[in-house]
């Protein structure tokens, strides 16, 4: 795929207009999560979907950068056609426009097809300043989905953010969460950002803006809005599938032991050389 047309960093001014994409997925509620057996893909008929929890973060975050830097908030989302359900809950947060990627053709696709397709729709949206996901999905909880878009797109990618600061009209210092703390990096845009839910708190939907989204165009584009080949994408197009799907073993016996932490150690370091030796 050839890069797709953004504006030259240095001809950002503080007046342009940020184009910002937030990426979001209609998931089914994780205590109702069923899978085909025979296909090994996720049963959705019948069972309430509901938007990626983590996505309404990094929507909440497209929505404050566009109010404290100027801009346009599109939201994209590749799914069945009851996926635009979602892309309409999101608009009545303040987004501006949606596009549904909805085709036979995509179903059944793994990170990277996805990432494809998304990548694609992004092209031909004109590109963007700012693309924002979740940290990950929780249907998947693959988090490969942000860096795989980004590396189609060939711009920056940065993960577990936290916190975001412009520095100029071009440039964003992160600060990403980490296990023993955060780092803070600098990136140029355009760029790819997967959020936290440290990030900030999500705001309520608008009655007004609920109202507005009932109504709002939806375009939905098709295998062949998107010139994609029928062999990159959906599950022709996937390199990995789920060949099978089965209940973690039981655990075995455990034992609980009290005592005094030296006695404790010479005993758990017997234990572990009997371990050894079988």
Not at 78 to 83: L, N, S, T, Y
Not at 89 to 110: C, H, I, N, P, W
Not at 174 to 197: C, F, N, Q, T
């Amino acid at each position: 795929m050839e890069k797709f047309p953004f504006p030259d960093p240095d001809s950002f001014s503080p007046d342009t207009m940020l184009r910002i994409i937030v990426c979001i997925k209609q998931v089914p509620e994780t205590d109702k999560v069923r899978l085909d057996p025979e296909t090994h893909t996720l049963k959705r008929e019948g069972v309430k979907a509901i938007i990626n929890p983590f996505d309404l973060y990094a929507l909440e975050e497209g929505l404050r950068v566009k109010e404290s830097q100027g801009g346009e908030v599109t939201l994209l989302t590749m799914g069945p056609p009851q996926a635009e359900e979602a892309l309409r809950e999101a608009l009545g947060y303040g987004a501006d426009r949606a596009v549904l990627l909805s085709d036979k053709a995509f179903a059944g696709a793994d990170t990277w097809a996805t990432a494809l397709t998304l990548a694609r729709a992004v092209e031909k949206l004109g590109g963007a300043d700012l693309i924002f996901t979740g940290k990950q999905a929780i249907d998947g909880d693959t988090a490969q989905v942000g860096p795989m878009l980004a590396t189609f797109l060939r711009i920056p990618y940065v993960a577990w953010a936290r916190k975001l600061t412009f520095t100029a009209p071009d440039t964003l210092t992160v600060e990403r969460l980490l296990d023993h703390g955060y780092d803070a990096l600098r990136v140029r845009l355009p760029a790819v950002i997967s959020v936290v839910k440290e990030i900030n708190e999500p705001r309520m939907p608008s009655f007004k803006a609920k109202m507005q989204a009932k109504k709002a165009a939806i375009p939905t584009w098709t295998l062949a809005d998107l010139e994609l080949d029928p062999q990159e994408v959906g599950l022709a197009g996937s390199f990995t599938q789920v060949v099978r799907v089965f209940p973690p073993p039981a655990r075995g016996p455990s034992e609980t032991w009290v005592g005094e932490p030296q006695e404790l150690a010479e005993r758990l370091w017997a234990k572990l050389k009997e371990l050894g030796r079988r």
